[in-house]
């Protein structure tokens, strides 16, 4: 079973990226599950229901978000409707929409669930003691469990990736836009990565416009904050797991460049 994740699609240029890559990727990879972060999907600031559905129909089978899942209003209109998009399980109980899902590729399950820190983001519950919950609650017959971590801290996501090793299949790092090079198996048998990086602009800040950030820096004033239109890059990561076991096999980091001869 091969998982492909989508790093966080930044605007229309993000969305762009895959569109044209994404039908590579499918011939190369033959992706039993497909899943993107599309928190920043719409201008840098959450998602509609618009592209949800052109993700859907460019063969994405789920979408994670994260703590700008609320920035677009219209979400509120179509978050409780389908099965197929999940946002932080730790928001607090009553919160529209659904913090863990099971998406169904031919005979394959796979439950995903989306998790967020605490570490320099706004107060919500534990994403530890809610990641306990879950596993209590998600029926023992499935046995492939994959995690987005939507985090700042880059120790909060290592100590979530060790505190899961062995309960889940991966645990993934969103939010930071910056691919780390630190993926690898752990010793029980979950990948992990601290970043998968984004999809958007390479020649902003994190897919925004960089003068505004620039000018955000120099005057610490507010500024607003524009997705970058330029050439696109593409971060992803490729999981391979054990069908019988759950476990994870092998993990591969995935960098790719607008108008840049497709390679290994």
């Known amino acids: 079973m091969n ?3 989508i790093g966080d699609i930044v605007g229309s240029a993000g969305r762009n990226a895959v569109k044209q890559l994404l039908p590579q ?5 033959n992706p039993t599950f497909i899943i993107a972060n599309g928190e ?13 559905n052109e993700l859907y129909d460019q063969g994405v089978h789920g979408i994670t978000m ?27 109980a009553g919160t529209p929409g659904r913090g863990w899902t099971v998406l169904k590729s031919g005979n394959k399950e796979l439950v995903v669930i989306n998790i967020q820190g605490r ?14 919950q879950l596993l209590d609650e998600i029926p023992s017959k499935h046995k492939h469990i994959f995690v ?9 996501k290592i100590a979530m990736g060790w505190y899961l090793d062995g309960r889940v299949s991966a645990v993934v790092g969103t939010h930071t836009h910056v691919q780390t090079h630190d993926e690898a198996i752990l010793p029980k048998g979950t990948a992990y990565v601290t970043d998968v990086g984004m999809v958007g602009s390479k020649e ?4 925004m416009e960089r003068d505004a950030v620039i000018q955000k820096f120099k005057t610490a004033l507010p500024v607003r904050f524009n997705v970058h239109e ?35």
Request: aromatic fraction near 12%; hydrophobic fraction near 40%.
């Open 3 to 5: 998982i492909l994740f």
């Open 25 to 29: 990727l499918k011939n190369k990879w």
């Open 40 to 52: 920043n999907a719409a201008a840098g600031r959450g998602i509609t229901s618009k592209i949800v």
């Open 66 to 92: 994260g703590n700008h899942t609320w920035d677009n209003k219209e979400i509120f209109d179509f978050i409780d409707e389908g099965d197929r998009m999940v946002r932080p399980a730790n928001f607090p």
């Open 119 to 132: 570490t320099f983001l706004p107060a919500i519950d534990c994403p530890f003691q809610k990641m306990d």
């Open 148 to 156: 987005d971590f939507h985090a700042e801290a880059t120790s909060e």
């Open 204 to 207: 902003g800040v994190l897919g």
């Open 230 to 264: 330029g050439k696109w890059h593409f971060h992803a990561v490729l999981i391979e797991l054990n069908e019988q076991t759950g476990r994870s096999e092998r993990i591969r980091l995935l960098r790719h460049y607008e108008n840049e001869i497709f390679m290994e």
